[in-house]
């Protein structure tokens, strides 16, 4: 049995932080931050907006493209690190959406490489389990997790949402050619957003006894993150990723219409296409307008460069995904 992409849809927030901006909270310059990352302007929740909220509007315009009822969805995949409801946020979008059949809604927790994981997870369920129209979302809003005054990250992230129709098709149209996926826990040193450990309750007990509870994991610490260390890891392990599902998938780096990396910053693609031997006018790069948005960015630059005209029907594409975990992978699909 083959899938294949039928739909593609992204949202971002209104609100738009410029460089410039945040050289008015913390000592850098739009120059810095835009020769370092490539970055200018980054989109941000605000006020009563929820990342539920933009997941809902990728995932219609997604269906939209498709020409798919929700109805006819069977499974949606919510990859996101920064969920609405620590339960998980793929059920309400299911609800949402007006899917009336109660299709599987979950999440899927692996940051900037949740989307990659998210369309093999698809491909997957279609495979093995016989679903027909599975809703991709990637969707993140580590804004809610940046601390304003540490110059180091808040330049970095953005929130957004991108979201993928994949459907059910014969094995002659398979557009999943292959994928290589890894992670390695020793590095969540360089990047992570822990749980906070509060100060263990003292509760006394009906019989006078007092009673020490576990602490209560009720918050997250800010992003935390070794900028260099994450710099290092991207440029080394993406590039094999890459090659690995090239070989798997009997193709070379000549076969490739499109690199579409993980949007963290200019540099790290750069050097990865470089590696790679892919020249400049087949990279997709967006991050100049939204930062990196973390399980978001694959979805959203694939969209904006379909709905350009840029990315099209038979194109193959190369997508690789990195970041905390540390997770990363790569997938290779035919649009
Ligand atoms: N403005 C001005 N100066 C700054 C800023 C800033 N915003 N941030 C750091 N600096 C200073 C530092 O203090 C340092 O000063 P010093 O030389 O006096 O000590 C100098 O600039 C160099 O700092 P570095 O951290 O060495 O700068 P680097 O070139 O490594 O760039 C950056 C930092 C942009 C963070 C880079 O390391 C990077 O992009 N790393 C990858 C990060 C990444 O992609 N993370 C996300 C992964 S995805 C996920 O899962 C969430």
């Known amino acids: 049995k083959g899938c294949k992409l039928v739909g593609c849809g992204s949202a971002t927030p209104n609100l738009m932080i410029s460089n410039d901006d945040l050289a008015k909270i913390v000592e850098t310059s739009d120059e810095w931050i835009s020769v370092r990352t490539g970055i200018r302007n980054r989109r941000v929740l605000s006020g009563k907006d929820r990342l539920t909220g933009l997941a809902v509007e990728a995932a219609k315009k997604a269906l939209q493209m498709a020409e798919v009822d929700p109805d006819d969805v069977d499974l949606v995949l919510m990859c996101t690190s920064t969920p609405d409801d620590l ?71 953005g929130d957004a949402a991108g979201a993928v129709l994949v459907q ?41 006894s007092v009673v020490d509870f576990p602490p209560r994991r009720s918050s997250y610490s800010c992003i935390q993150m070794n900028g260099k260390e994450v710099f290092r890891f991207a440029v080394r392990c993406v590039p094999q990723s890459i090659e690995s599902a090239l070989e798997k998938a009997g193709l070379t780096g000549s076969d490739i219409d499109w690199l579409l990396l993980h949007q963290a910053n200019q540099r790290i693609i750069d050097a990865v296409a470089t590696r790679l031997a892919v020249p400049p006018d087949r990279v997709i790069s967006n991050l100049a307008n939204y930062g990196n948005t973390s399980a978001a960015s694959i979805p959203l630059a694939l969209d904006e460069a379909v709905r350009s005209g840029m990315v099209r029907s038979g194109h193959t594409i190369v997508a690789a995904g990195f970041g905390a975990g540390l997770t990363w992978g790569s997938v290779i699909v035919r649009w």
Request: charged content about 20%.
């Open 168 to 208: 059910a098709c014969d094995g002659s149209e398979d557009g999943l050619f292959s994928f290589d996926l890894h992670s390695d826990g020793e590095g969540r040193k360089y990047l992570n957003a822990m749980a906070r450990d509060d100060e263990t309750d003292h509760v006394l007990g009906s019989n006078g």
């Open 87 to 157: 339960f998980g946020s793929a059920p309400q979008i299911q609800k949402a959406l007006g899917c009336k059949r109660n299709p599987l809604a979950y999440d899927i927790t692996a940051a900037c490489s949740g989307f990659v994981l998210g369309l093999v997870s698809a491909a997957c369920h279609i495979r093995g389990g016989g679903f027909q129209n599975v809703l991709v979302i990637g969707a993140d809003a580590l804004s809610r997790y940046v601390d304003w005054t540490d110059r180091g990250t808040c330049i970095l992230f």
